[in-house]
């Protein structure tokens, strides 16, 4: 090892040059930043006699992309470093003042906290005063030698620590050190753009995660160490943002890759460093998560579904976005990362068919439930030419006496094989396959067909019709007109006619939602918000949109019970007196929840207790 002033001795020994055209030849040469700054770190150590060395360097002048590499460190403190992610801020900020400081080298007397000083450099500190330090270096004390690109512009710092010699270097030394590294600096460009260019190629290039492939290697990873019997348990979370089609459908490209920025850049946040986050695709992201246990994985997945819930801002309006996430272990079990990731999928399409916004984790029975899913969307297509979807409808009474003063039009798919199927098990499919407007476009037209038939049934025409209208069909521009035609065809009173919509379906895309809803009420249509009180602040639509009504979520009937239930639907029950709004209560399915709605001054009710979805015949009977 040669002592600090080798280099500085006049003209340097043979051996010192050796060694450094060696170490800018490694430098020229390096396959990455990484190992570029290796390369140099180690002339450093070599060079001058230092034991430590870190080095941080930009792969661009304003890049995010921070390199850093620890030489000499022991293994834990560099294992503890390497995962805390480098600040740009911090790094920017120790750039900025070392050039309005100090020119391209400052150190930092541990005596003296409060201030860099360039004294040691010029001999002069920062008032012009000649100062004098202790010659021995101070475990504390600190050295900073700017590293700067063929043109001159910073691009990171180099900073030694622990002189073999145990002095703090001289003037001289340092000049010869930041010679150095300004060399070194020069040689860095080819390993820069190296690294620039693997970046690209294993990053997204839209939201600056992982890309798939990188996520996949790790996970191959992951899954050997759980083969040879390592016994920390891993998890994949697969991510799915809900509804995403719509955004971009309605909002544009721009606007879908401004929500797909913001969510990347929160689920980066939120999750733990060490930790993969990756894009997997269009609006799928995956996380791979270490030290699995059950709590740790409940306490990502709560963290993660908070911050993508927050409302997005995008070109001036508010959006809000959830997600539904499978999980799928790790385990030996699995033979390959594709098995993984496909029932990490399957637990997340799971997850949807739930209601999204919610997590599932894998069981086998998932697999089954897959594959009806596959046979469906290969025969939805086709459903309706082939006349087999059918509207069922359910009764809505006035609490007081029972009799029937609406009904909801309920979509049903009979299906050939599987018999009738809810909406849940194939609407998120339609919408997905961009199947939900004429879906959506059958329901309004049997819906409206039926009501002219009820109507002529009831001579005084007091009958009305709530039809549900999913997001897409909300934002569709020629849905008043479609609704004008019917009313016309048909003959019907528009104002028996009214359109439930979910408070999410509004809030995807609220500004736009606003003006067709005005435009469908000047039909002569009504609306009504269904599902009232699950969505993010109810209260506001209330106020701001054109509605006559709403419906209170099951999820407050099944608990009457509670006391809390009880206060909230007496509440809204209250809300809808003074604000003029009809208000009923889904999901009633016994008497006693029906007499406590009607005691808290309810006036409408719909489930089962009364009336399940009925054929288009039944219906027609049993309001004759
Ligand atoms: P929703 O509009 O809130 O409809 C009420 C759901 O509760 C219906 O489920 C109904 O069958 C069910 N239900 C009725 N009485 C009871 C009861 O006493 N207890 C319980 N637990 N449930 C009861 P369904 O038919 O499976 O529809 C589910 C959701 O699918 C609907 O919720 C609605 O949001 C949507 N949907 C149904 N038909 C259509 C449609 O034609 N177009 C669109 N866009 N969405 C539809
Ligand atoms: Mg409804
Ligand atoms: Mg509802």
Redo the contacts with the bound molecule.
């Keep these: 090892m040669h002592s600090i002033g080798a280099l500085t001795t006049g003209a340097g020994s043979v051996t010192d040059l050796e060694r450094l055209f060696e170490i800018t030849r490694d430098v020229l040469g390096a396959p990455s930043l990484d190992s570029a700054l290796t390369s140099l770190a180690r002339g450093v150590h070599e060079l001058f006699g230092w034991r430590f060395v870190t080095m941080v360097a930009a792969e661009e002048p304003d890049g995010e992309l921070l390199r850093r590499v620890m030489l000499g460190y022991p293994a834990d403190v560099i294992a503890q470093r390497l995962h805390e992610r480098i600040d740009r801020e911090a790094f920017d900020e120790m750039l900025q003042g070392a050039v309005r400081f100090f020119e391209d080298c400052y150190f930092f007397p541990a005596e003296e906290e409060a201030h860099w000083e360039r004294s040691i450099y010029t001999g002069v500190n920062p008032n012009g005063a000649v100062r004098k330090y202790p010659s021995q270096w101070n475990e504390r004390d600190a050295l900073v030698l700017t590293l700067r690109d063929r043109d001159g512009i910073m691009i990171g710092y180099m900073s030694p620590d622990g002189p073999v010699s145990g002095e703090i270097p001289n003037a001289q030394t340092l000049r010869a050190m930041q010679v150095f590294v300004n060399l070194m600096g020069m040689a860095l460009t080819n390993a820069r753009s190296q690294s620039r260019l693997q970046y690209e190629a294993t990053h997204d290039s839209l939201t600056g995660l992982p890309s798939r492939t990188v996520f996949s290697m790790e996970l191959a990873r992951a899954l050997e160490a759980v083969q040879r019997g390592d016994h920390d348990p891993r998890a994949v979370l697969y991510l799915d943002l809900d509804e995403f089609k719509s955004i971009n459908d309605t909002l544009g490209h721009l606007a879908g890759d401004d929500v797909l920025k913001e969510a990347a850049a929160r689920l980066r946040t939120v999750v733990e460093d060490r930790f993969t986050v990756a894009r997997m695709a269009g609006d799928e992201f995956a996380v791979l998560i270490g030290d699995a246990t059950p709590e740790r994985i409940s306490d990502t997945l709560d963290i993660v579904h908070k911050a993508l819930r927050h409302p997005y801002h995008i070109a001036g309006r508010e959006i809000v976005m959830t997600a539904s996430i499978g999980i799928a272990p790790v385990d030996s079990q699995y033979t390959s990362i594709a098995e993984v990731l496909r029932d990490a999928d399957t637990a997340m399409y799971h997850a949807k068919g739930e209601g999204r916004n919610r997590s599932a984790r894998f069981t086998p029975s998932m697999h089954q439930e897959a594959l009806r899913r596959l046979s469906l969307r290969m025969h939805l297509r086709t459903a309706i030419e082939q006349q087999e979807f059918v ?1 069922m409808y ?1 009764p809505i009474v006035a609490l007081a006496d029972g009799s029937i003063r609406a009904v ?4 049903r798919w009979n299906h050939p094989e599987q018999g009738y199927l ?3 098990s194939f ?1 998120p499919l339609a919408e997905e396959m961009g199947l ?1 407007i004429p ?2 476009r059958f ?1 309004l037209q049997s819906a409206c067909a039926e009501l002219a038939k009820l109507q002529r049934i009831r001579r005084d025409r007091r009958i009305r019709m709530n ?4 997001v897409q ?1 909300v934002l569709q521009p020629d849905l008043p007109g479609f609704l004008r035609e019917l009313v016309d065809y048909f003959g019907i009173d528009p104002a028996q006619l009214s359109l ?1 919509i ?1 408070e999410t379906s509004i809030l995807q895309s609220e500004m736009r939602a606003a003006g067709v809803l005005e435009q469908i009420r000047a039909v002569g249509v009504e609306l009504c918000i ?2 009232f009180g699950t969505g993010y602040s109810s209260l506001r639509y209330i106020k701001s949109l054109p509605i006559d009504g709403f ?1 209170i979520d ?1 999820t407050f009937i ?1 608990d009457l019970n509670d006391v809390k239930s009880r206060q909230i639907v007496e509440m809204l029950v209250r809300l809808g007196d003074a604000c003029d709004l009809d208000v009923t209560a ?4 016994t008497a006693t929840q029906a007499e406590r709605l009607l005691a808290l001054g309810c006036a409408y009710g ?4 009364f009336h ?2 009925l054929p288009a015949e039944m219906v027609t009977s049993l309001l004759s």
């Design positions: 509207v359910q909801e039009a309920l979509l809810t909406p849940a609407l939900m879906v959506g329901v039809v549900n209208l999913s069909e439930e979910t269904d599902d419906k099951q099944s889904e999901g009633i399915e719909q489930g089962l207790y399940a979805p």
